[in-house]
């Protein structure tokens, strides 16, 4: 849109601006989700597109053989494929898989409910640095509490949970206010990052982090209380939980 232009008049005339006639509205974003949350939950959707509807069977589980974390590779590093070597960037990877439609959809949902404040407020590098780390985090917890199993771990969940861990720390303390130097309106500036004290003492931001932690403590329990096999990376989950709880400062800008 042009900028508005004013022009000085002659004599005592008064200055008058150049209008846009009949100027389109401004465009409004395709989507509400800040730009790297949408591009990360796009990626997330392609990889998952690539493994359903290019590649065979073949090259799906040669993907998975050097992207997956495999903790076991630890134990025997000829059980998979590329030996201990991917050790060093699948507790990364990992968090681009996924095991089907329903469990990608599900993070996405998550992601963006949760990316976007994190974003919002530290930008979308700091976001994510902090997926990554919080999927590395949940993926040494995985391996762990499974070794010596020979299990993998695919999902975004570790990351996603770091982001929710992080959330929590500002989400739900009241905003701050300043008053506007002109008219002294109260305006709201942001929210407080929360100190593990005043998370305790929050009743919403007590009970969103005790449901959460009790609800992925008790996964393992439900074969034995249930018969069900459930497989939920609990391990993943509450890593990457607190370490964006606990790392969060991290993020914040001085001054």
């Given amino acids: 849109m042009p900028e508005e232009q004013g022009f000085q008049m002659n004599g005592d005339e008064n200055a008058e601006q150049n209008q846009p006639q009949d100027a389109p509205p401004p465009r409004q974003p395709v989507f509400l989700l800040p730009m790297p949350v949408t591009v990360l939950c796009g990626l997330l959707v392609a990889i998952e597109a690539l493994r359903a509807f290019i590649l065979n069977r073949a090259g799906d589980l040669e993907l998975l053989s050097w992207l997956a974390f495999f903790p076991y590779r630890l134990v025997e590093p000829t059980a998979v494929d590329g030996g201990w070597i991917p050790t060093l960037w699948t507790p990364f990877t990992h968090a681009f898989l996924h095991a089907g439609w329903e469990h990608l959809l599900l993070n996405v949902a998550w992601l ?90 929050s009743p919403r931001a007590r009970f969103f982090s ?42 914040e800008r001085r001054g």
């Fill in 112 to 201: 963006a409910i949760f990316g976007a404040p994190v974003t919002s407020r530290y930008g979308g590098t700091r976001m994510v640095v902090l997926f990554l780390v919080g999927a590395a985090v949940g993926a040494i917890a995985f391996a762990a509490t499974t070794l010596p199993q020979p299990q993998v771990l695919i999902g975004a969940s570790g990351g996603i949970a770091a982001l929710t861990g992080a959330a929590v720390r500002f989400i739900f303390q009241p905003p701050v206010l300043i008053a506007d130097p002109q008219s002294g309106e109260p305006v709201s500036v942001g929210r407080r990052l929360a100190t593990i004290p005043e998370v305790l003492l």
């Fill in 210 to 251: 005790l449901v959460w932690i009790v609800l992925n403590g008790i996964v393992p329990l439900l074969p034995a209380l249930t018969g069900m096999d459930v497989q939920i990376a609990w391990q993943a989950h509450l890593g990457g939980f607190f370490a964006g709880f606990f790392l969060v400062p991290l993020l």
